[in-house]
């Protein structure tokens, strides 16, 4: 997969940058060097392999520190939303930013 500068003046353009035209050459370099990365990745045989919860988890056991899934502060949504612009049913409304 590779990206052409048509498409990478659409992403910019959906996010809202403004590129110089060194700036997309050398941009599309690097995307296209990732992407290249990437597809070197998925060209490697991983049958039988587990994921790792953590990239250290290959030369140590990792016990990972979770805390208990509390709340631990009062809802304050009616409170919050007063300032808001626009409300509905408790959301926030915002305007449409994608095309």
Do not use: C, W, Y
């Not at 392999?49 to 140590?60: D, E, F, S, T, W």
């Not at 919050?80 to 049913?89: F, H, K």
């Amino acid at each position: 997969m590779a990206l052409t500068l048509p498409e990478l003046d659409r992403i910019a353009n959906l996010a809202r940058l403004e590129l110089q035209p060194a700036e997309r050459d050398r941009l599309l370099t690097q995307l296209n060097g990732f992407f290249g990365i990437v597809e070197t990745m998925r060209a490697v045989d991983t049958t039988g392999i587990a994921p790792l919860a953590h990239p250290v988890a290959v030369m140590h056991d990792i016990v990972l520190r979770l805390r208990d899934d509390v709340v631990s502060e009062p809802n304050q949504r009616e409170a919050n939303q007063q300032t808001a612009p626009a409300v509905e049913r408790g959301l926030f409304l915002v305007p449409k930013v994608i095309e």
